[in-house]
């Protein structure tokens, strides 16, 4: 059954650094979302994707974030200047085009900001 | 603002027992309510998605239901089994075509005893 995968499964990073997150989507699927879960709280949405654009970000998607599809399959998550408080569980999510509520979740890449 | 509550926090049961999850939301306009399993560490998958017109929708031995008049759902998990152990979390999505903003509850945390 096809999945969502993430990559790296766990990346450290220090204050101030970019980092990349990694998303492969399920191949058909056209809608793409971020998530993050700081440990011990509540998943929260950070941005949905559609057709090459954001189609709905949160607040806390700030400037700092942005998202892109660089080619077909990938879909990633940069952060330009991490900060202590980034440290999180990122999960990404696809969804196919007729059923966009339907979403997929990957395993996560878990981001710790020393 | 979007909200969804969810009770109890955590649950202990025997193997073999049933138990009911609840989720009060206050979301609009309303487009789906999803409930998700989620393993320490994973991604949450998907157990059951209902709409508007819905009331309710069966997974094996998952049963959810919907109220909109009251904006409550329950899970209901029936014959517990130890791999039932994880957090259960309620998802409310605002919107329509196409855009579905989400708003997760805490999740509760369930724990099946031998």
């Known amino acids: 059954e096809p999945e969502v995968t993430q990559t790296p499964s766990h990346q450290v990073t220090q204050m101030g650094q970019e980092v990349i997150l990694r998303c492969v989507p399920i191949?058909?699927?056209?809608?793409f979302y971020w998530y993050r879960q700081i440990l011990g709280q509540k998943v929260e949405f950070l941005v949905s994707f559609y057709n090459n654009e954001i189609s709905e970000k949160s607040e806390i998607f700030d400037d700092q974030f942005s998202v892109e599809r660089p080619d077909g399959s990938n879909f990633t998550l940069k952060i330009r200047s991490t900060k202590l408080e980034d440290s999180a569980m990122y999960f990404c999510?696809?969804?196919?085009?007729?059923?966009?509520?339907?979403?997929?979740f990957g395993p996560g890449t878990r981001l710790t900001v020393t | 603002k979007n909200q969804v509550e969810q009770s109890p926090q955590s649950l202990i049961i025997l193997e073999g027992k049933n138990c009911t999850l609840q989720?009060?939301?206050?979301?609009?306009?309303?487009?789906?309510l999803r409930w998700y399993k989620q393993d320490t560490g994973r991604g949450p998958v998907s157990l059951t998605i209902m709409t508007f017109s819905e009331n309710t929708k069966s997974n094996g031995r998952y049963t959810a239901t919907l109220d909109a008049d009251t904006k409550q759902s329950s899970l209901h998990i029936t014959a517990s089994q130890l791999s039932d152990s994880a957090s259960y979390i309620c998802?409310?999505?605002?919107?329509?075509?196409?855009?579905?903003?989400?708003?997760f509850g805490r999740g509760t945390s369930l724990i099946v005893h031998p």
């Open positions: 998802v409310v999505s605002a919107g329509s075509g196409g855009s579905y903003i989400p708003t």
């Open positions: 999510a696809s969804s196919p085009r007729d059923r966009g509520y339907e979403q997929y």
């Open positions: 191949s058909n699927h056209l809608y």
């Open positions: 989720c009060n939301y206050t979301v609009s306009p309303f487009s789906n």
